[in-house]
C-alpha cells in the first residue's frame, strides 16, 4: 500500500497553528497581475491542536485566526469512534459576533475500499461551513464519565476555500489560472456545463428544465435566492410533446476575461477511448407521479435483481450503455476550481453503477449559491488533507438553485467508485445536497429536481429502473447491515438506508418517493 506524501507550496507555524496552503498561485509581475492577485486566494489548511490533561476532556481556548470558513475534528486512528461529542463556536469575520455552540457531525467512517487503508487516513468529523470567521473555540468531551476517553492526536483543522475566480452572479465562480487540469474527464459529448440560472421566487417555483421555445444558447437573467420553503408535492404540469433543445456548444452568460481553464470554441470530436451516451431529443415528462411503494428498505429476498461484488475496481473506465436521458448541465472540476494537485492516485471505476445515495453535507442553509463553489473546495481539501482519502467522496453536488457539479474525478459519465456510503461505495454513486436537512431546514424544488435528473441520468447509462429495487451485498458491517448480508434497497436510497446515520435528513430523506418518480419518468 502506498504512502501518502503530502506535497504543499509551503507551511509555517503561526501562533501554535500549522498553515498550509494548497493551490498554487499566480505571480505578480504587472499591473493586471497584482489587481488579480488582490481578487484570487489560495485554498488553506489551518491546524489547531487540543489541549487539556483530562482523557475525557480537551479544548482550543477561544481565539484570534486567519480567515477561515470550513472546520471539522480529526483524530489518528480512522477505526476508533468519538463517542462523544465535538463543539464549537466561531466568530463571523464580518459582524465579529460569536455563534452559539454547534455540534459536528461524528458519524462518518474512511471508505471499506483500499482507499480506506491508506497510511494517511483519519477519523473525523464531518467538515461544517461556517462562513468567513476569523476566530474559533473548540471543545471535545467524551461519554461514559470519568473513564471514558478521548481518540489520540485531536486536531482542530479549518478551511479557508480561497477565491479562485470571478463571480459571474450565476452561482457558482467560474475559474481562472489555478483551475488544475487534469484528472477530470469530460464525457466525449458531454453538453454545456453552464449551470442553471438562479430560480426565481416571484415566477412560482423553478423550472430546472431547459426550454423547448427558447434557443438553447440564451440563458435567463439569474434572479434571487430561492425560497427555502417546504416542497411537499412533486412538479406537476403535462409534457409538451416537444422536443427538449439539445446541448449548447456556445458559450453562455456574461463573458468573462479569466481564462476558463476548459478548451473553448467547438467540442472535440476526437475520440477518448470510450463511447457516451448520446443526447435524446425525447422530452422529459413532468406529469403527476404515480403512487410509490413504501420508503423503507427490506430485507426481505425480492424478485428484483441480485448484485454481487464484481471484483476488484479498475483504472480503467468500462463503457456505459447509450441512454435516452439527455445529460443534465453539470459544472466541471475546473469550473469551480478543483486543485487537482491534490489528487494523487487515478480514479477506480466500477463495472456499472446499480445504485445512488442521497445525502446532505450538513452545516449550514444559510449559504448563496454564488458560495457553493467555495463550499465544494472547502469539502474537497478536508475530504484529502484531513480524513486523508484521494479525493472528495461524493460523486456529484447539489446546491439549493439546482445547480450539478462534478464530484470525484474520473468522468461524470463513468462508474467512478467513491467515498460515500460504507459499505456500499462498490456499487453505487453518491449524491449530495448541499445543506443540512435534518433540523428544521427543508429542500427547494429546484434541489430536488437536479437531484431527480442526475440521478435518473446515472442509472439510466446501465440501464437501471430509477423507481426500482436492486438487492446489495453489505462489504462491511454499517449499523444498519451486517458484512456479507443481502441488502434490498430502492435504486435511489437514501444515506440511512445504507448506513447508520441521519444523513440525508428527515425532509429530504421525506422526498425520495417524489425524486423517484421524477428520475423515473426523465428516464
Known amino acids: ?104 457531525d461524528l458519524d462518518i467512517r474512511p471508505p471499506e475500499t483500499d482507499e480506506g487503508d491508506d497510511s494517511g487516513v483519519r477519523g473525523a468529523s464531518e467538515p461544517l461551513w461556517v462562513g468567513t470567521s476569523d476566530g474559533v473555540e473548540a471543545r471535545v468531551m467524551a461519554d461514559g464519565g470519568e473513564s471514558a476517553e478521548l481518540p489520540g492526536g485531536l486536531r482542530l483543522v479549518m478551511i479557508d476555500p480561497g477565491i479562485l475566480g470571478e463571480d459571474i452572479g450565476k452561482g457558482w465562480r467560474k475559474v481562472g489560472d489555478m483551475s488544475g487540469g487534469g484528472n477530470s474527464q469530460e464525457p466525449s459529448q458531454q453538453p454545456s456545463t453552464e449551470p442553471e440560472p438562479e430560480p426565481d421566487p416571484s415566477q412560482g417555483e423553478p423550472s430546472t428544465e431547459p426550454s423547448a421555445s427558447a434557443p438553447a444558447t440564451e440563458d435567463p437573467e439569474p434572479g434571487p435566492e430561492p425560497s427555502q420553503q417546504p416542497t411537499t408535492q412533486a412538479p406537476t404540469g403535462e409534457p409538451t410533446g416537444e422536443p427538449s433543445p439539445g446541448p449548447s456548444t456556445e458559450p453562455t452568460g456574461e463573458p468573462s476575461t479569466e481564462p476558463t481553464g476548459e478548451p473553448s470554441g467547438e467540442p472535440s470530436t476526437e475520440p477518448t477511448g470510450e463511447p457516451s451516451p448520446e443526447p435524446s431529443t425525447e422530452p422529459a415528462p413532468t406529469g403527476e407521479p404515480s403512487p410509490e411503494p413504501p420508503t423503507e428498505p427490506t430485507r426481505s429476498p425480492t424478485t428484483g435483481p441480485s448484485t454481487e461484488p464484481t471484483g476488484e475496481p479498475s483504472t480503467t473506465a468500462p463503457a456505459p450503455s447509450p441512454s435516452g436521458t439527455q445529460a443534465p448541465r453539470i459544472v466541471s472540476r475546473a469550473q469551480w476550481g478543483a486543485d487537482e494537485s491534490l489528487v494523487e492516485d487515478p480514479p477506480s471505476y466500477l463495472s456499472r453503477v446499480d445504485a445512488v445515495f442521497v445525502h446532505h453535507t450538513a452545516g449550514t442553509n444559510d449559504y448563496t449559491c454564488a458560495q457553493s463553489a467555495s463550499i465544494i473546495r472547502g469539502i474537497l481539501t478536508y475530504h484529502v488533507k484531513t480524513n486523508g482519502w484521494n479525493d472528495v467522496g461524493y460523486n456529484f453536488f447539489v446546491d439549493k438553485c439546482g445547480t450539478i457539479f462534478e464530484g470525484r474525478a474520473g468522468g461524470v459519465d463513468k462508474a467512478v467508485q467513491g467515498a460515500h456510503t460504507y459499505g456500499f461505495n462498490g456499487y453505487s454513486a453518491g449524491v449530495s445536497l448541499l445543506g443540512n436537512y435534518e433540523d428544521g431546514g427543508r429542500p427547494t424544488q429546484a434541489a430536488l429536481d437536479a437531484i431527480a435528473r442526475i440521478s435518473g441520468w446515472k442509472l439510466g447509462l446501465y440501464g437501471a429502473d430509477p423507481a426500482g429495487k436492486v438487492t446489495l451485498t453489505a462489504a462491511a458491517d454499517t449499523g444498519v447491515w451486517k458484512k456479507g448480508e443481502r441488502a434490498t434497497l430502492y435504486r435511489i436510497s437514501g444515506h440511512r438506508d445504507g448506513y447508520a446515520t441521519l444523513c440525508p435528513g428527515a425532509n429530504l430523506y421525506s422526498q425520495l418517493p417524489a425524486i423517484r418518480t421524477k428520475a423515473a419518468a426523465s428516464s
Open 1 to 104: 500500500m502506498k504512502r501518502r506524501t503530502w506535497l504543499a507550496v509551503g507551511s509555517v507555524v503561526l501562533g501554535g497553528s500549522v498553515v498550509t496552503t494548497v493551490a498554487v498561485t499566480t505571480t505578480s509581475g504587472t499591473s493586471d497581475e497584482q489587481a488579480r492577485g488582490e481578487r484570487m486566494r489560495p485554498v488553506a489548511a489551518y491546524t489547531e491542536t487540543f489541549q487539556g490533561g483530562d482523557p475525557g476532556k480537551r479544548s482550543v481556548p477561544r481565539k484570534d485566526t486567519r480567515p477561515f470558513s470550513m472546520l471539522g475534528v480529526s483524530w489518528e486512528d480512522p477505526e476508533a469512534e468519538l463517542d462523544g461529542t465535538a463543539q464549537i463556536r466561531t466568530r463571523s469575520a464580518e459582524t465579529g459576533q460569536w455563534t452559539r455552540w454547534q455540534d459536528l
